[in-house]
Antibody
């Protein structure tokens, strides 16, 4: 069964950092590009970042460029999102999702993890 | 970047109804579009990809159509479990982007 499980969320003060993890199982991570998507409370889905299967290419949304860094460890089946200089507006649920292609974007993002909640508050 | 709009932003319907949601792209994206259903408190679920291909395991009352700049998601025989938000996602290149969503109340 193909699964993704995010972790690392919690309550953080503005200006601090947190590294989110997405542990995958049931498929070969090194065959797929991966993405992070977030959802602010009561809002829609916002794509944040993607990384190709080989980590050569990374793409970021303008809202997080320069503050967030996506990375991956294919040996340990894990994708990461380092979030620095957190802002109040970074509050939300963070999802990881698998691309159907290795370089991405492919035909779809699927499956998704259940998400990890990040709250930025002073 | 190519922007997506969705209409309506909110719709109320009854069990058994047919509902159509539209997603428009600011420029042509061929058929590089997917549709997702997100139930409250859950992760998004893939319904349709390549504009009209039904994802395995998804009920056949969901269908998608369109090409270029205008796309539709049609749900026939609406069920109570279809209370959700629906999002289109364009995948014609980086960065990918979601539409703003349509909230469906049954």
């Amino acid at each position: 069964q193909e699964q993704l499980m995010e972790s690392g969320g919690g309550v953080f003060e503005p200006g601090t950092s947190v590294k989110l993890s997405c542990v995958t199982s049931g498929f070969t991570l090194s065959n797929h590009a991966m993405h992070w998507v977030r959802q602010a409370p009561g809002k829609g889905l916002e794509w944040l970042a993607s990384v190709t299967y080989d980590s050569i290419y990374k793409n970021y949304a303008e809202s997080v460029k320069g503050r967030f860094t996506i990375s991956r460890d294919n040996i340990h089946n894990t994708v990461y999102l380092q979030t620095d200089s957190l802002r109040l507006e970074d509050t939300g649920v963070y999802f990881c999702a698998r691309d159907s292609a290795n370089y991405g974007p492919g035909n779809y993002l699927n499956p998704w993890g259940q998400g990890t909640e990040v709250t930025v508050s002073s | 970047d190519i922007q997506l709009t969705q209409s309506p932003s909110f719709q109320s319907a009854s069990v058994g109804d047919t509902v159509t949601i539209t997603c428009r792209a600011s420029q042509g994206i061929r058929n590089w579009l997917a549709w997702y259903r997100q139930k409250p408190g859950k992760a998004p679920q893939l319904l349709i990809y390549l504009a009209s291909t039904l994802q395995s395991g998804v009920p056949t009352r969901f269908s998608g159509s369109g090409f270029g700049t205008e796309f539709t998601l049609t749900i026939t025989n609406l069920q109570p479990e279809d209370v959700a938000s629906y999002y289109c996602l364009r995948l014609n290149g980086n960065p990918v982007a979601f539409g703003p969503g349509t909230k469906l109340d049954v």
